[in-house]
């Protein structure tokens, strides 16, 4: 069994930037396998993020590359997401997960 929490939402002006954290507990030998930051929206599905793998190569979906940084510290068993330029249209619950284990979410707001 894994626990995520994730922390760092809120709200900001667009343009500005925030840094999420997930931390992971419990079975946490399952750290090093690849987690993930997915996304969702009110009214909208859940959607991909990030992703990054044990060997620490990281992908990023087209809406958020460029803009966003996925990493990892080991001895912290955190995962964390910053998120620069933001705009309101990256407004979410943001999720951690670490297959097949979700976190409870945190919430980011950008305000136009």
């Known amino acids: 069994q894994v626990q995520l929490v994730e922390s760092g939402g809120g709200l900001v002006q667009a343009g500005g930037s925030l840094r999420l954290s997930c931390v992971a507990s419990?079975?946490?030998?399952?750290?090093?396998?690849?987690m993930g930051w997915y996304r969702q929206a009110p009214g909208k599905l859940r959607e991909w993020v990030a992703t990054i793998q044990s060997g620490d190569s990281t992908n990023y979906a087209a809406s958020v590359k460029g803009r966003f940084t996925i990493s990892r510290d080991n001895a912290k068993n955190t995962v964390y997401l910053q998120m620069n330029s933001l705009k309101p249209e990256d407004t979410a619950v943001y999720y951690c997960s670490l297959h097949p284990y979700w976190g409870q979410g945190t919430q980011v707001t950008v305000s136009a």
């Open positions: 419990g079975s946490i030998f399952r750290f090093n396998n690849a």
